[in-house]
C-alpha cells in the first residue's frame, strides 16, 4: 500500500474521517472500522485499520480532486 502525499501519513484519523475519508464519495458508503483501543468510527470502506486508503493508486477522482485546508497549512507534516 503506497503512502500518501507527504502531511497526510500524519493526519489524526479522527480528523481523516471528518474532513476527507468518511465515506466513499463514489458511492457515500461507510463501514464500521475498529480502532486499538476496542472502538469503532464510521469511515469509507477504503479506509484501511491504519489509516491509509487501500485502493490509494485507484481512488476515484472525488478523491484526487479533495483540496485540504490543514494539508495546504502544512498541519500533521513531520516536525511542524
Ligand atoms: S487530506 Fe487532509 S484531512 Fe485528509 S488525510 Fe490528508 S491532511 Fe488529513
Ligand atoms: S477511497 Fe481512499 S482516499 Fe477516497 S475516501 Fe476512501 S479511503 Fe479516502
Known amino acids: ?33 475498529p480502532l486499538p483501543d476496542g472502538g469503532e468510527v464510521p469511515a469509507c470502506t477504503h479506509l484501511s485499520a491504519g489509516g491509509f486508503c487501500a485502493i490509494y493508486e485507484q481512488r476515484p477522482p472525488g478523491c484526487r480532486r479533495h483540496e485540504c485546508p490543514a494539508l495546504a497549512a502544512g498541519a500533521w507534516a513531520r516536525g511542524a
Open 1 to 33: 500500500m503506497k503512502a500518501p502525499i507527504p502531511g497526510c501519513e500524519d493526519c489524526p484519523l479522527e480528523e481523516k474521517i471528518l474532513v476527507c475519508c468518511g465515506v466513499f464519495p463514489e458511492t457515500g458508503e461507510s463501514r464500521a472500522l
